[in-house]
């Protein structure tokens, strides 16, 4: 080991549902080169998915192996090592006991990934490796990541994704669930894809109406999969054809996992996913109109470690979030039935408005993203209820999957969204008990432009032609240049301009210009 690498050297930890795996990796003439690699083999997830919780055992022998992937890391000198964990950590009760053991044994500050953060990372990994690839035809193509606990579905058109999903049902999960079945019948596989086709249908059903030409799986059993349909790995990924696929799986769907194991030469523990993960493939298969399948060898850590020897890596993925994000949200509100011409009205104002008070905000531009997701996803509770829509947009929001977005930045986008100019945030109401005080700081800024930018237009008509907005000491001047009637939403505006100034400590100033035209 060569100590004067360290300086140049990053380490990822990634606690997975099975395998606990360490990776050293070093920025050689622009390429991520390996140092070092070390994996142990865990039984997490099969203990939460069978018993919903981690043992204490479980705990003291993850702990061990990670002093000894410790001890290495001080080796080699590194200081800077991300340490992640996904569904297995993720599902777990006693998720919070977990982490304070390993933080008080370890010293390790475990970040746990959500099913959006992880299959985003992995998806830009994908486009990454697949990019200008001559396996990629023209037209849509559907992306999946089969994790230990989770699958995560995206549809993307050739330049950005247009939906994404994410289910709580992975090829390790399937098994433990239904395994018990295995033993009461020779037709299991009947019952696999019967509950596969309940599961799945639902999250699949949108996709009938499109035409896919490209398939791209990936997941902890690939390099198995092709390895069973003798295919090996060219640039970075293999290319399984269809027919090879349907042949594998043809053969082992009415094999137990003890037949397998024996049958394809391979440990049971590695025998029992595979079954699992070759019929959630073949279903996605039937999906599309796809020859070939594209299984690039791309990993969660891959993406976090170019995170940390890539300085520009970080904006880059920010702006991947960014766009891919609106691109779902907007097709998520169309399925709404929602007035693209309003949602944009009301996200180019509240962007003015972010921008020129950032003095007095002090929000990054994660926050504005929940400003424009809010402004996109504001009115889908017309479509559900006419009684309560403002409340229907936010139970809708908090459940609903976009790309990427945590389940606490869901939430604050479902906070915003559902205010009008009648409304402001009561802090006292249930369902804001559980937030920090600096989340509610943030939804209240937040609320305070959002609710101004929609204000000027109440009308859903777009009468102003243009929004200047200026801020100048102690008021903030918002110019319309208009040469309808803009009377309402002056109305509208003056609704919201209070909230504003006790927010912010400035007061907003209405300004309607006529363009004489």
């Not at 229907?392 to 939430?411: M, N, V």
């Not at 305070?448 to 102003?464: E, G, P």
Request: aromatic fraction near 8%; hydrophobic fraction near 40%.
């Amino acid at each position: 080991m060569d100590k004067k690498r360290a300086g140049k050297c990053a380490a990822v930890i990634d606690i997975g549902s099975s395998m606990l795996k360490m990776r050293i990796a070093q920025l050689q003439k622009g390429k991520i080169v390996d140092l070092d690699r070390l994996e142990y083999p865990i039984h997490l997830g099969h203990e939460v998915f069978t018993e919903g919780k981690i043992s204490f055992e479980s705990l003291r022998e993850l702990s061990s192996a990670l002093n000894g992937f410790s001890s290495l890391l001080k080796e080699y000198g590194i200081t800077q090592c991300t340490t992640v964990a996904t569904s297995a950590l993720r599902d777990s009760e006693n998720r919070a006991y977990i982490l304070d053991q390993l933080k008080i044994h370890n010293n390790l500050s475990v970040k746990v990934l959500e099913g959006d953060q992880e299959k985003s990372r992995i998806y830009f990994e994908i486009l990454t490796v697949l990019k200008d690839s001559p396996d990629l035809l023209p037209g849509k193509s559907l992306i999946s990541y089969i994790g230990s606990g989770t699958i995560g579905l995206a549809l993307y058109d050739g330049e950005i994704m247009i939906s994404s999903e994410s289910i709580p049902i992975g090829a390790l999960k399937l098994h433990d669930m239904l395994g018990s079945i295995q033993n009461l019948t020779e037709d299991f596989h009947t019952v696999l894809e019967e509950y596969l086709d309940s599961t799945l249908d639902h999250a699949i059903r949108p996709l009938s109406g499109e035409e896919i030409t490209n398939l791209i799986l990936t997941g902890n059993e690939i390099e198995q999969i092709a390895s069973l349909c003798n295919v090996k790995a060219h640039d970075g990924r293999y290319l399984l054809p269809v027919k090879s696929f349907k042949k594998l799986y043809k053969s082992i769907r009415s094999l137990t996992s003890d037949q397998i194991s024996i049958q394809y030469h391979i440990t049971q523990e590695e025998a029992e996913p595979l079954y699992s993960a070759l019929a959630i493939y073949m279903k996605l298969i039937r999906s599309t109109k796809a020859l070939n399948i594209i299984c690039p060898k791309v990993e969660l850590w891959d993406s976090l470690l170019r995170d940390q020897l890539y300085p520009k890596m970080k904006n880059l993925y920010a702006q991947h979030i960014r766009q891919n994000a609106i691109s779902c949200a907007e097709r998520l509100a169309a399925n709404f039935d929602y007035n693209p011409k309003h949602t944009q009205a009301v996200r180019l104002c509240s962007e003015k408005i972010f921008d020129k008070t950032k003095s007095f905000h002090g929000l990054d531009n994660n926050k504005k993203l929940l400003l424009d997701l809010a402004a996109i996803l504001h009115d889908c509770g017309h479509y559900v209820t006419a009684k309560h829509p403002l409340r229907a947009t936010y139970h809708l929001l908090q459940d609903l999957s976009i790309y990427g977005i945590t389940r606490q930045d869901r939430l604050i986008t479902a906070f915003i969204a559902g205010f009008s100019e009648f409304d402001t945030p009561d802090f006292s109401r249930p369902e804001f008990l559980g937030l920090s005080e600096e989340t509610k700081l943030v939804i209240s800024k937040l609320t305070a432009i959002f609710r101004l930018a929609n204000a000027l237009d109440k009308s859903h008509m777009q009468k102003a032609i243009d929004i200047k907005v200026k801020t100048n000491g102690e008021k903030m001047t918002v110019t319309a240049l208009c040469n309808d009637n803009f009377y309402l939403e002056r109305w509208a505006f003056e609704q919201c301009a209070p909230f504003f100034q006790d927010v912010f400590g400035i007061e907003p100033v209405l300004v309607v210009k006529e363009t004489f035209i």
